[in-house]
């Protein structure tokens, strides 16, 4: 049993496990793959791995095909994935009971990874703060907090992992970026003092899950004092 299905394992989500949808054969590059290049690869030999991740960020089929069969399952109703759930109460992305539908952990970095605030354009830096329970679901809800690249703007959202797809509706005061060229957070858990480690930790999450280091060129140029102020305001 992977970790995933440990933690994934009994959550006994209605109706989940009635579908029967095909999962696509993984095309994440493996280590191997990048050993065999050599000490002294060509950019085109590497750029060649480098594509299928990329092919990956914006394909959440590609996405659904790195989960354990188990996994899939549990995440497969047989239904299209909502925009918004049925029977949702609150603000869109902004509480437990209104939580954004994505496909598993992955799905949550993509999805949040394509956010853009409405104001400046900024993307958003974010890590995974917790779970929490749901009015209107059998399973837990994670919690993100984020911070925009800009140093302007702090949040929260709540996002629900349960589904094959992803929504295309954005929280109130964002839009999604229509094709994603790197990622700008994790789902794995808290980043040290974030945001002021989240490029490195984005590194490693988009080598594991990608197969590649996936980063988003906008963090190297985030405004972290000013973005690091905006969470300690939040933690008093």
Same mark, same amino acid.
């Given at each position: 049993?992977? $970790?995933k299905d440990f933690f994934f394992h009994g959550t006994n989500k209605d109706n989940k496990g009635a579908g029967a949808k095909t999962q696509k054969k993984s095309i994440k590059p493996t280590v191997a793959?990048?050993?065999k290049l050599g000490k002294n690869p060509s950019p085109q030999a590497v750029m060649k791995l480098f594509s299928r991740s990329y092919r990956i960020l914006n394909d959440v089929e590609l996405q659904?095909?790195?989960y354990s069969p188990m996994l899939l399952a549990q995440f497969d109703d047989g239904a299209a994935t909502p925009d918004e759930l049925p029977g949702a109460a609150g603000e869109f992305g902004r509480c437990a009971d209104n &939580? $954004? &539908?994505v496909n598993g952990p992955t799905g949550q970095v993509t999805y949040l990874s394509r956010l853009l605030?409405?104001?400046t354009g900024s993307r958003m830096a974010f890590?995974?703060?917790g779970s929490t329970r749901s009015s209107v679901l059998d399973a837990m809800v994670d919690i993100f907090e984020l911070v925009s690249v800009d140093g302007t703007r702090y949040d929260r959202l709540y996002l629900d992992m349960y589904h094959l797809g992803q929504s295309q509706k954005a929280p109130q005061g964002y839009h999604l970026m229509d094709q994603l060229t790197g990622i700008t957070?994790?789902?794995i858990g808290l980043s040290r003092d974030f945001p002021l480690h989240i490029e490195q930790d984005a590194f490693e999450y988009g080598c594991s899950v990608f197969g590649a280091p996936v980063v988003s060129a906008v963090l190297k140029d985030m405004d972290f004092v000013a973005a690091r102020k905006l969470v300690e305001a939040q933690q008093k």
């Open positions: 049993m992977t $970790i793959e990048f050993e659904n095909a790195d &939580p $954004i &539908p605030t409405d104001d890590h995974r703060l957070g994790t789902s």
